[in-house]
């Protein structure tokens, strides 16, 4: 029997089993090859949590605590009027009265009064309050240290023996500059030399057998016959800053015979720190801790679906509303601040006037079109910036769909000489948070963040950008922001979906605001912000 005289259901089969192996012999070795060349991405975890390392030491404070018990056995003398100098940097309050009571010395001679600020809380909680501050000043140096604060002392590979960093000293202040040491062999003279320039030297002790000249200058020179004396004196240098400026450094130029060296000694004062009371000392008050930011712009249905999603899970946490629709709807509620500015000032200006006041330790940012669910879980994120050094840590936000974003971004910068530099913006993150399954480092995270307010006021949102911005919040914050990404605290998104004939005036107007075309003037504007603002030549991005 041929073929075509088989009944057309057979004929179908013979067609189909020659096709099928057809289809394995090609898809074996794409499968293969596949397997073959894909490799996991090579992540490393780091650990990013606080570690106990104790109260930093202060070197103004702790005056002449750098002395060796190797030089024990030198005799030496104490300067009272220099050593005067250094535990001068102590303060203390005090009342200072004029000699003259009269009306007009007062402008010339202000009284000073003294307030002891532990007068203001009562007896019952002042340790209570004591510990909570001792709590978050220790995480506060915590995120402020780096190794660059540490002292470094740099051994004698060169005779020279000295600080390589961590020497610091308040503007106009002085202290004894560690470290300084000669290593030289036998010789009939021992001879140091330092050379400042924004301070002068002196020594808080004369050791015996030292010549010292330069007291009071720039530059001071010692010499000894013997190299323990010289050593011992070395360990008396005072420095006094004499140039004022808040934060600078001063190269000091180290010299013997025919070795020289050089170090800073940085001249800044201390970061003033920020401390937050949340009134609890167990457990995470999210009312407490955690200010709710957005901004919204004709989209009052929306925004009273978020207050009212928000309410179901945190019922008393603060919520600031930045406003900057045509003809503003009150919006009223236990808890809320609703802010009105100029109609369509623009969207970093509204996020500029809502961070701006939050007076909780954090904020959680948020759009005014977001759904909070089960699964928007703020104390997560409190107990991420809580026992890491972020500054910022971004959740996941869910559409109606299913699909959940992060929108977590790597970002760089490349040199580019006088015509501007290159920046670079990839999907992806740096590594993962040791401690924490599901987060990450990254530089750039989705709308829904929660920061530490005071880092968010410090890099700002620029309110140039009016309408299309996001990324250009975590540009600015390129080397002042540590940012993570969690993706397991999560939030609803609003559909979307909406036929184009149903659509409102108020929702075209919106359309029209916040999608711009590409040939709008405000994409235009964006592009010479960033060449001359950011200084970028060109952008890349995936």
């Given at each position: ?129 004591k510990r909570r501050r001792s709590q978050e ?138 401390l937050y009371n949340s009134g609890s000392e ?221 659509k409102t005036e108020s929702e075209k107007t ?33």
């Amino acid at each position: 029997m041929k073929t075509g005289d088989l009944p057309k259901p057979h004929r179908m089969r013979l067609y189909r089993k020659p096709l099928c192996i057809l289809l394995l012999v090609v898809t074996i070795p794409v499968v293969f090859l596949v397997l073959l060349t894909w490799t996991p991405k090579p992540y490393n975890a780091v650990d990013i949590r606080y570690r106990a390392r104790g109260k930093p030491e202060s070197q103004v404070e702790n005056g002449l605590r750098f002395l060796s018990q190797k030089y024990a056995h030198v005799p030496y003398t104490i300067k009272e009027d220099v050593v005067r100098l250094l535990t001068s940097n102590s303060c203390q309050c005090q009342n200072v009265d004029n000699p003259i009571n009269l009306p007009f010395i007062q402008k010339y001679l202000p009284h000073v009064w003294a307030h002891s600020f532990e007068n203001v809380y009562n007896v019952s909680e002042l340790e209570g309050v004591k510990r909570r501050r001792s709590q978050e000043y220790q995480s506060f140096i915590e995120r402020t240290q780096s190794p660059a604060d540490l002292l470094v002392v740099a051994k004698a590979n060169s005779p020279l023996e000295y600080p390589t960093q961590g020497v610091e000293v308040r503007p106009l202040q002085s202290i004894v500059v560690p470290g300084l040491s000669l290593q030289a062999s036998s010789r009939d003279e021992y001879r140091v030399n330092l050379t400042a320039t924004l301070g002068t030297f002196n020594v808080a002790a004369e050791v015996h057998g030292v010549k010292v000249q330069g007291e009071g200058e720039m530059h001071l020179s010692l010499s000894s016959p013997r190299l323990e004396n010289l050593n011992r004196q070395l360990e008396f240098i005072v420095y006094t800053n004499t140039r004022f400026h808040p934060n600078t450094a001063d190269t000091v130029l180290l010299d013997t015979d025919g070795h020289q060296a050089s170090f800073t000694i940085k001249v800044r004062y201390s970061v003033t720190p920020r401390l937050y009371n949340s009134g609890s000392e167990e457990g995470y008050n999210v009312s407490a801790l955690v200010t709710i930011a957005t901004k919204t712009f004709l989209r009052y249905d929306k925004l009273r679906d978020l207050i009212e999603s928000i309410r179901k899970f945190y019922p008393t946490v603060s919520i600031i509303i930045a406003d900057d629709s045509d003809k503003p709807e009150k919006i009223q509620g236990p808890f809320i601040e609703h802010y009105i500015m100029p109609f369509g000032k623009g969207w970093f200006a509204g996020r500029n006037l809502a961070i701006s006041q939050v007076t909780t330790k954090y904020v959680l940012w948020v759009d005014d079109d977001f759904i909070f669910t089960a699964n928007t879980k703020v104390e997560k994120l409190v107990d991420v910036l809580e026992k890491t050094s972020l500054d910022l840590v971004g959740g996941a936000v869910r559409e109606v769909t299913g699909y959940t974003a992060t929108f977590r971004q790597k970002i760089s910068v490349e040199s580019g000489g006088e015509e501007g530099d290159c920046i670079h913006i990839r999907k992806g993150y740096h590594h993962d948070i040791q401690g924490f399954p599901n987060c990450v480092i990254t530089d750039g995270v989705i709308n829904f963040f929660l920061a530490r307010t005071d880092k968010v006021q410090q890099v700002g949102f620029d309110p140039s950008l009016a309408r299309a911005a996001h990324l250009e919040f975590f540009m600015d914050g390129l080397g002042k922001l540590h940012v993570g990404s969690c993706s397991d605290v999560i939030v609803g998104h609003a559909s979307k979906i909406k036929l184009p004939w149903t659509k409102t005036e108020s929702e075209k107007t919106y359309a029209k605001f916040r999608y711009p075309s590409s040939s709008d003037n405000d994409v235009k504007a964006k592009h010479t912000f960033f060449y001359f603002k950011n200084r970028l030549k060109c952008m890349t991005m995936d």
